[in-house]
């Protein structure tokens, strides 16, 4: 095969297996959290708290916010579109997947991919015990009790 030829091929094969997650509407700022999200996943954030993981994102990226609540502007998940790199505050929240019910009595997330509308691959850390940062696919519809935040980061 000739270089050029491989060069293509490799180009495609690294672009196909990158997660297509930000649109040309995505804030810039939200653009440099999941790039900053990308840099660290699989990795453990300071103590491995969920809190960590938002706290190192927004400063990385320059957000303005305000600890512990103040993630940006709320947004309304069912009249505004999300974007990866927006924020997610769960306060008291069961979730029911097949086979188990979870519990996130306060726990922080982002928005690492936008699936559907109100269908979502999440990245977060402290999740099943595990304090790495990993993903997990999240449905509002699977939300049986308690309140779910969406925050769209300030530059």
Not at 33 to 39: K, P, Q, R
Request: glycine content about 6%.
């Amino acid at each position: 095969m000739n270089k050029p030829l491989q060069l293509i091929l490799c180009c495609l094969l690294i672009t196909a297996c990158i997660p297509q997650q930000a649109s040309a509407q995505t804030p810039e700022i939200n653009k440099k959290i999941v790039e900053y999200v990308n840099s660290v996943k699989g990795k453990k954030v300071d103590r491995g708290e969920c809190w960590d993981l938002i706290n190192e994102a927004l400063n990385t990226s320059h957000a303005k916010w305000t600890p512990t609540t103040g993630f940006g502007k709320i947004i309304d998940p069912k009249k505004e579109e999300v974007f990866p790199g927006d924020v997610i505050a769960f306060e008291k929240v069961k979730v029911k997947r097949p086979g188990m019910l979870e519990d996130y009595p306060h726990h922080y997330a982002i928005v690492y991919e936008v699936k559907s509308k109100g269908a979502y691959i999440i990245i977060h850390q402290n999740s099943d015990g595990k304090r790495k940062v990993t993903t997990w696919d999240f449905d509002l519809a699977t939300v049986t009790k308690g309140k779910v935040t969406f925050f769209r980061p300030q530059e």
